[in-house]
């Protein structure tokens, strides 16, 4: 109406895609170029995220997401202050991060779904939908050891290879998750994960993300296991626009196989159902997995895993595909945990140089759990016992 935002050269799942290639696209470009500017320097905001864009479509010779860095580099540049454009995509594709000289669009960081996927799956047995592709522990594994599960193999739930590899690439440009607003609010019913698993399991995905060398990304009330659900909730009204959104909802969820008999969007009860209880983080295992997230997130700053690059991390299965153990060493010393992905106590076998001191072990009362099984400190081939959906955190070095 106002302009060419739109074309119908592309099309995405929500309709004509943006207008970043065709006639008139110049001034759209620049009008999407000036308003990221406006947030970052009229508002001091220091990241943008860049919503899907595996759906921005530009067969220009310079593509939309170069030309945004470009003009956001020179900014930061004048302004004197570091800022962050970070993209949601699930291309697994590296060339979103990769530098301009190397046909990148040089962005600072991505997501990456194939973490959040493989955890997801495996923890609540949901095999619908994009979660076919997922489900084992070697998912699990090669999500913190190579970043992209799919990397180049076949998808099954896409029907095609998928994704390229991202060894060459640093591992602090990705985002991890183990909940978002669209991995819960593209659900049904709007569940989160402290819905469909039990304490244990939460405090395992809370370790699997958070003392990892990527970059964790936590959803609002996770920390704390908000019992509310996060609804997909909208205020339109414009009927046919209404009425677009709750038909599309329907099919979006018709591979996941929820039923047909979902939450209005626009009805004001679907947002007030979504609205957080904050009072849960003052009270029993509430208050527990908060200082619990507490907790892992002084180890990740005292042991500075941002710092791990892909030579410091080995990653591997051991005991059938139970358990995973995750060295990491950086300029601050080395660690290594052990997970526990099974529903059965489990020993295991390390053999170690020099002494290593625990640092936290997830199934300790004071986190709620069966209790501490594990010594305080372990030296050379040690057998140690790891409690169910739980893992151990050991150290050594300068810390």
């Known amino acids: 109406q106002y302009g060419p935002y739109f074309t119908p050269k592309h099309k995405t799942e929500w309709g004509d895609a943006l207008n970043f290639d065709n006639a008139y696209s110049d001034h759209v470009r620049n009008f999407f170029i000036e308003n990221a500017l406006y947030w970052l320097n009229n508002f001091h905001i220091d990241a943008l995220r860049l919503d899907a864009v595996h759906s921005i479509y530009d067969m220009s010779a310079k593509h939309f997401l170069s030309e945004l860095k470009e003009r956001v580099d020179q900014f930061i ?9 970070i993209a949601e995509s699930d291309m697994n594709d590296v060339k979103i991060i990769n530098e301009f000289d190397k046909g990148g669009y040089n962005l600072d960081a991505q997501w990456s779904d194939d973490f959040h996927h493989s955890v997801h799956s495996y923890l609540t047995g949901e095999r619908d939908g994009y979660y076919e592709d997922f489900g084992d522990a070697s998912h699990i594994k090669k999500a913190l050891k190579e970043t992209f599960v799919y990397s180049g193999n076949y998808s099954s739930y896409r029907k095609r290879k998928h994704g390229n590899s991202a060894e060459d690439s640093e591992l602090f440009k990705f985002v991890i998750c183990i909940q978002n607003h669209d991995q819960v609010g593209n659900r049904a019913f709007g569940n989160r994960l402290s819905g469909l698993i039990d304490f244990e399991k939460l405090k395992l995905a809370a370790g699997l993300m958070l003392l990892s060398p ?17 609804l997909y909730f909208i205020n339109h009204l414009d009927k046919d626009l209404i009425e677009s959104v709750r038909k599309g909802r329907k099919e979006e969820f018709r591979s996941f196989r929820w039923g047909d ?6 009805d004001e009860e679907t947002f007030l159902k979504s609205k957080l209880n904050l009072e849960l983080k003052n009270k029993s295992t509430g208050n527990i997995l908060f200082n619990f997230y507490k907790r892992l997130i002084e180890i990740r700053k005292q042991h500075a895993f941002t710092h791990t690059n892909r030579d410091g991390l080995d990653v ?3 005991n059938n595909d139970k358990v995973i153990i995750m060295k990491q060493s950086n300029v601050l010393g080395n660690t290594i945990a052990c997970f526990n992905l099974a529903d059965e106590d489990l020993n295991i076998n390390l053999r170690l140089e020099g002494s290593w001191k625990k640092i936290i072990e997830s199934s300790s009362e004071r986190w709620c759990g069966q209790g501490d099984v594990s010594p305080a400190e372990i030296t050379g081939e040690s057998t140690l016992q790891v409690n169910r959906y739980s893992f151990i955190l050991f150290g050594k070095g300068k810390l």
């Open 77 to 85: 540049k004048k302004d004197g202050r570091e800022r962050y454009i």
């Open 316 to 318: 591997k299965l051991i």
């Open 261 to 266: 008999e979902i939450p209005d969007t626009q």
């Open 214 to 230: 990527y970059i964790p990304l936590l959803f609002m009330g996770e920390e704390y296991a908000e019992e509310a659900p996060f």
